[in-house]
Structure formats: C-alpha cells, structure tokens
C-alpha cells in the first residue's frame, strides 16, 4: 500500500532536443528519447588540454540490451560497438531447467552498429548464419525483433521474434544522461520495458522436432549506453521482469566504475510498474558465496532488498589487439522486495532476472 510520504526519487523532466548542448552534457532523468543521442560533441572530455577528436571518441562505447521473459522462456542479445567493429551474443534459456542456447558473433569493418538517433533506428546484421534485426520508432509506436540462427551439431537453428507497442501506456520508458564519473564526462542511458508479443520456431532443449509456439505473451526490456569508458572498466547490471501482485515489475539497477561521484543524485537505475518509472536509488551488487551462489542486491535507501539466484552462467572471454574483456551472462531468478518512489512495496518471489557482469582492460 502506497505510504503517507514519498520515497527517495529523482525529477523526471521535460526531454531535452540533445544529451549534450554547447559542449556541456545535460544532466538529468527524462521521460521520453531525446532527438541527438550523440555524446561525441563534449568538449575536452578528458583533460584541460585538448585532445585530437579521434582519440577521444575512441574511448566511447555503445551497448544495446534486448532481455525477454516468456512463461516458457527468457533470453537476452547483447550488442557492442566500439566504432570499428562489433560483437553480439543471442542466449536463450529454458526457465524451468536454465538449459540454455547460445550464439556469438563477431562483425568487422562497420563504421557504425547502433546508431546515433534513438528516436528511431535499426540495429541489425544479416551474415548468413547470424541474422538479427532490433527495429524501433517512437513516432509510430513500433518496436520488434526478429533472431534467426543456424545451429550445428551441438545448438539446434533457433528462430524467434517479438513486436510491442512503445506508446502504449504498459510500456516503460526512461533516458538518464550521469556523470561517469566527472561531470567533463557523461554516460548516456535510454531504457524502454514493452509488452511484448511474438513466435519461437526451433528444436529447443533436446526436442526431436522443431516446434513451433506462436502467440508468445512476454516482457521485454530494451536499453542502450553511450558511455566513455575507462582503460579498466567493470560493471554489474540485474534486470528482473515478471509480475507482483497482479502488476507488472520490471527494473534495471546497474553500478560501475563509471558511476557518478554523487551516485544519489545521478545514477540511471529505474523500476517500471504497469509502466509508471519510479527512479531507484544507487545498489550495492555483491556476490559473497561466488558467483554460483546467492547475490545480495541492496541500497541505502531501504527500497530494494533482494537476493538472486543463478541457474545457469554464459561466459565470454576475448582478446582482439589490446582488447580484453571477460563477461558473463546469468540467468536466475530473484526473491525480496523492492519500493517505488510513493513507497509502494512489491514482493518479489522466483521472478526472472538475468545479470551481467562485465570486466574490460583496454
């Protein structure tokens, strides 16, 4: 039940027409996409002396998020750009026994992957056996995906998509443009939670034949971070879709290196309900009997109190030229409670999440 006084919280404002004006990032939570997504235009991001703009744009990266619940099934399509090439991995996993399906690919010489303008755009690759597509326009409402993928002997071919509404009002949406962690720097976060609907063709999990499951009810979260990233970088990000209560509970809490000085003032961690944002208060990640075993998730602002479970960890270790990097993708499920900024309380047991921590040495 809502309380008689308000939670800790964040001004949601009017969107600004760009996340940096004059040089200068726009600080803030805003309630739609804004136009010019484009951080590149900071001035002297890293010292008082200017820097040539090629090497400062070479320490941007971009990541785009796709996570997805289904009564069956959760998965998720992690995307980076660095600019000069990028990388995707699609992991599908049954919910029941957290067996999993997982595909990795590599993409060379594009000039840019994910683009600029969030407003609407495309993000996609067509090699012949990794095919995915991620569409989406603010101005009509249209979100979808579309995952083809050929298997081998190990991974059968998997086939799934999915379509939403991004103005209908169930579907979440936030933009956070935070320091990272000065305020010279600015990381950039636009994060949308649609209702989803869609099909799966594939020979899932051991089955003989192919099946077909049309009709597919799911939730969705869609994210993308434009951020300029340390020689060193580590991160942690748990996003939990399901329901309590009969409504719809769907977060993302994220905490790095990058984060902000003030963390209480910027961060970009936000609850959904029933698609209503309620900003959420700097976490604290941890995972002290491994990462196999149960994570705590907590804050300072007795919100969110939460524990969470893996089933069933992806691991991706790479080393392009002086690129390192080690990720992992986890899926699980979480119990605990979390508030939003009216004080509501929402109960929280086995619900979907998926983690991912992600360590990267330049």
Not at 61 to 82: C, H, K, P, Q
Not at 159 to 185: K, W, Y
Not at 236 to 265: C, M, P, Q, W
Request: contains cysteine; aromatic residues 12%; hydrophobic residues 35%.
């Amino acid at each position: 039940m809502p309380s008689v006084f308000r939670m800790y919280t964040r001004e949601i404002r009017k969107t600004p027409d760009a996340v940096v004006r004059a040089g200068k990032p726009v600080f803030g939570d805003f309630n739609t996409p804004p136009a010019d997504f484009d951080i590149r235009k900071l001035k002297q991001p890293f010292s008082i002396m200017p820097l040539p703009r090629f090497i400062t744009d070479a320490r941007i990266r971009t990541n785009l998020y796709f996570s997805f619940v289904s009564e069956e099934y959760a998965g998720t399509i992690g995307i980076t750009d660095t600019h000069l090439f990028g990388f995707a991995e699609v992991t599908v996993w049954e919910k029941a026994s957290g067996r999993k399906i997982s595909f990795r690919s590599f993409i060379v010489f594009r000039k840019r992957l994910i683009p600029f303008k969030i407003t609407s755009g495309v993000c996609k690759s067509f090699r012949k056996k990794r095919i995915f597509s991620i569409r989406w326009n603010y101005d009509t409402g249209k979100f979808s995906v579309v995952c083809r993928l050929k298997g081998n002997k190990d991974r059968p071919d998997t086939f799934f998509e999915f379509s939403g509404n991004l103005q209908d009002e169930s579907c979440g949406i936030h933009t956070s443009v935070v320091p990272a962690p000065l305020m010279r720097r600015c990381s950039a976060v636009h994060h949308a939670a649609p209702v989803l609907r869609g099909s799966f063709l594939g020979r899932f999990f051991g089955k003989e034949e192919k099946s077909v499951v049309e009709h597919v009810k799911a939730l969705g979260f869609f994210s993308i971070r434009r951020s300029y990233y340390k020689l060193r970088t580590f991160s942690y990000s748990l996003t939990v879709l399901g329901e309590s209560e009969g409504k719809s509970i769907r977060f993302n809490l994220y905490t790095s290196n990058h984060d902000a000085v003030d963390s209480d003032l910027y961060n970009e961690n936000v609850l959904f309900v029933d698609g209503k944002a309620s900003p959420l208060p700097p976490v604290t990640i941890t995972h002290p009997y491994g990462l196999n075993g149960i994570w705590v998730i907590q804050d300072t602002e007795n919100m969110i109190d939460l524990s969470f479970s893996p089933m069933s960890d992806t691991v991706r270790k790479e080393s392009v030229l002086i690129l390192r990097t080690e990720y992992h993708t986890i899926y699980g499920t979480c119990e605990g409670s979390v508030r939003d900024m009216d004080g509501g309380m929402f109960l929280l047991k086995n619900v979907s999440a998926i983690v991912k921590k992600q360590y990267l040495r330049l």
